[in-house]
């Protein structure tokens, strides 16, 4: 046969184009693109019809946690490299970034690197990278940025926030002119954490403990603080950062205006910024402790709007999960760690932040259907590929470069609204946030390097543990320093 598989009667949508084409592929490859029809002499071990459905590059999800120690509460983390990539491949994503911890108490990244390769190995659905957390930026962990790069990873993350994590300012600074000399993307987790520490004493004076204070002991100002001192620390350095989970409309502005003025700060929201709020963490009971992650969900629905229309106007540049798995009904690692006799409904403060939604972050965005298609592809594939320096391998959908990830969805109308419940997925997490959902879409069908990893209709999961592959990536395909150059002290 010519091709391997053959894609017909779709709709392409890409970050810049939607048209009716057919394609073909060979040897994990995307190697043809032609107007629909144009494929109906070639000859294919397969043929799949998209019946009119949208054909679009494979989700890539730039921020997860998986098999991580505590480091943002009691609990560890309920998904491991098997579980959280069976759960993305099961929701159309076919890359994710995750993050390779490194403590405050270790001296080296290498070591970090190879620790988190292990957990990896053969344990993937999917392809995978992994961002550097850097817990502590000493001088010999700050030498290995340039191995980073040899071995394939352009990125970092760093904290301002998090006791077991978090950097002061000149550490900040140490790791951004390391990252610029290296051409490495920093992602900053953007909440001040002495802010959110003498919260938290205020509360704990008050006997204030149910887990809706996790949201008041963050208030917005904390986030919009960071974000403006981050992108000023960027701008003083020049070179691009990434603000992390961005969720207050206050900090979205600063990182517009910064924008404007032609800075390259980048930014990153999550699903749970568009679709939760305080109502969801002020819960009876411990219920609440279901949607503690940080920064919280916001006051109201106007919040929500307002990061919504940030996708729109380009303010933010991606949108990931922030899957970061813990269970609920889980005393030894989950959101239960925090409850004890002392405090019967928890303590916000040892609560486990983060929320599940590896496997509903591209079904729940696009069935709501606020965003334009280009945007939505944009944004969940494209411009992470891009930042995080896989394009156009992962993220595109370019003859003889893109490899064939894709999915293609129900075509439009065609799926009956159904109800979202955590039994249809496949974390190792014992609720979904988003419980109870009408739900509109869901991929159809899911390929990975031309294999057909999930077919809804037949068997469902179709890929296999270990298929999934580490991608090494290049530097970012965003705009990064403004001036070229050795970075000088304006003394
Ligand atoms: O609450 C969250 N987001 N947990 C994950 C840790 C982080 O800062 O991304
Ligand atoms: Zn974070
Ligand atoms: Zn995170
Ligand atoms: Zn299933």
């Not at 403590?103 to 290498?110: F, G, I, Q």
């Not at 990061?307 to 959101?335: E, M, R």
């Amino acid at each position: 046969d010519e091709y391997d598989t053959i894609i017909v009667n779709g709709v392409v949508v890409t970050d810049t184009d939607i048209a009716d084409l057919d394609i073909a592929i060979k040897d994990e490859k995307i190697v043809k693109i032609v107007p629909n029809g144009g494929l109906k002499d070639a000859s294919a071990k397969k043929t799949i019809d998209a019946e009119g459905g949208y054909v679009m590059p494979g989700g890539v999800d730039a921020h997860v946690h998986l098999d991580e120690p505590p480091l943002f509460g009691k609990g560890s983390t309920a998904d491991n490299y098997e579980t959280g990539s069976r759960s993305a491949v099961c929701g159309g994503t076919t890359t994710m970034v995750t993050f390779a911890p490194q403590k405050k108490s270790e001296d080296t990244l290498l070591d970090t690197l190879k620790a988190t390769h292990a957990k990896a190995k053969d344990a993937c659905y999917i392809d995978y990278s992994f961002h550097l957390l850097v817990g502590n930026p000493s001088e010999r962990a700050l030498g290995e940025f340039k191995t980073l790069r040899e071995e394939g990873i352009s990125s970092l993350k760093i904290y301002m926030t998090y006791e077991a994590l978090q950097l002061h300012d000149g550490q900040i600074l140490d790791v951004l002119l390391e990252a610029r000399r290296q051409q490495i993307t920093t992602m900053v987790h953007a909440e001040n954490g002495q802010v959110i520490d003498w919260m938290t004493a205020q509360l704990e004076k008050r006997k204030m403990f149910a887990p809706k204070y996790h949201g008041t002991s963050h208030p917005p100002m904390a986030e919009v603080e960071a974000t403006y001192r981050a992108i000023s620390l960027s701008e003083f350095i020049d070179t691009p950062i990434l603000i992390v989970h961005v969720s207050t409309p206050a900090a979205a502005a600063h990182i517009k205006a910064a924008q404007d003025r032609g800075l390259p700060i980048y930014a990153e929201t999550c699903p749970q910024y568009l679709f939760l709020t305080k109502k969801d963490l002020d819960q009876p009971g411990f219920e609440g402790a279901k949607c503690v992650c940080s920064p919280p969900p916001r006051e109201s629905e106007a919040d929500c709007d307002a990061i919504w229309d940030g996708i729109a106007n380009g303010t933010f540049t991606i949108l990931s999960s922030d899957h970061c798995p813990f269970k609920y009904d889980d005393a030894v690692q989950g959101k239960k760690t925090s409850i004890s006799d002392e405090h019967p409904v928890g303590h916000f403060k040892y609560i486990p932040n983060g929320c599940p939604g590896i496997e509903t972050r591209l079904a729940l965005t696009l069935g709501e259907g606020r965003l334009d298609l280009k945007k939505f592809v944009e944004v969940t594939s494209s411009n992470p590929a891009k930042l995080y320096g896989l394009w156009p391998r992962k993220g595109a959908l370019v003859e003889g470069q893109s490899d064939a990830d894709i999915n293609i969805w129900y075509p439009p109308g065609q799926m009956q609204p159904y109800e979202l419940k955590n039994a249809m997925l496949h974390h190792n997490v014992d609720y979904t946030p988003y419980e109870g959902r009408t739900m509109k879409q869901w991929p159809r069908y899911t390929l990975l390097r031309g294999e057909v990893v999930w077919d809804k209709e037949n068997g469902g999961l179709l890929g296999k543990k270990g298929y999934g592959k580490f991608v090494r990536r290049d530097g970012s395909s965003l705009a990064g320093p403004r001036n070229k150059g050795e970075w000088e002290i304006p003394l």
